[in-house]
Nanobody
Framework: QVQVVESGGGLVQTGGSLRLSCAAS????????MGWFRHAPGKEREFVGY????????YYADSVKGRFTISRENNKNTAYLQMNSLKPEDTAVYYC?????????????????WGQGTQVTVSS
């Protein structure tokens, strides 16, 4: 079992950048694929991006492709979500999740381990 905690959220202006971190404890993060999701008020939780356990494979939602980058440092038990060119519609609570989800990166129910979330607010 692994516990994950997000950090790095905050308030940023349109066009700005933030880097979210997802730190793991318990079992090593190397054992898991990592997903990032977000939940905006009045909307359903949506998939943002995914990185496989080794860091070789990534996949992004169309809405963030080219602006967001996911990476990981397994030796530090940490994954990252670099967010550039932020827009007001990126405002949401961002969650990292760990699981084994080969071929089904966007399915949130396949990730058993979730953090508490970190708020990202983009002002216009």
């Amino acid at each position: 079992q692994v516990q994950v905690v997000e950090s790095g959220g905050g308030l940023v202006q349109t066009g700005g950048s933030l880097r979210l971190s997802c730190a793991a404890s318990g079992r090593t993060l190397r054992s898991y694929d990592m997903g990032w999701f977000r939940h905006a008020p009045g909307k359903e939780r949506e998939f943002v991006g995914y990185i496989n356990w080794s860091g070789v494979s990534t996949y992004y939602a169309d809405s963030v492709k080219g602006r967001f980058t996911i990476s990981r440092e397994n030796n530090k038990n940490t994954a990252y979500l670099q967010m550039n060119s932020l827009k007001p519609e990126d405002t949401a609570v961002y969650y990292c999740a760990a699981g084994t989800v080969v071929g089904h990166a966007t399915v949130d129910s396949l990730y058993p381990y979730w953090g508490q979330g970190t708020q990202v607010t983009v002002s216009s």
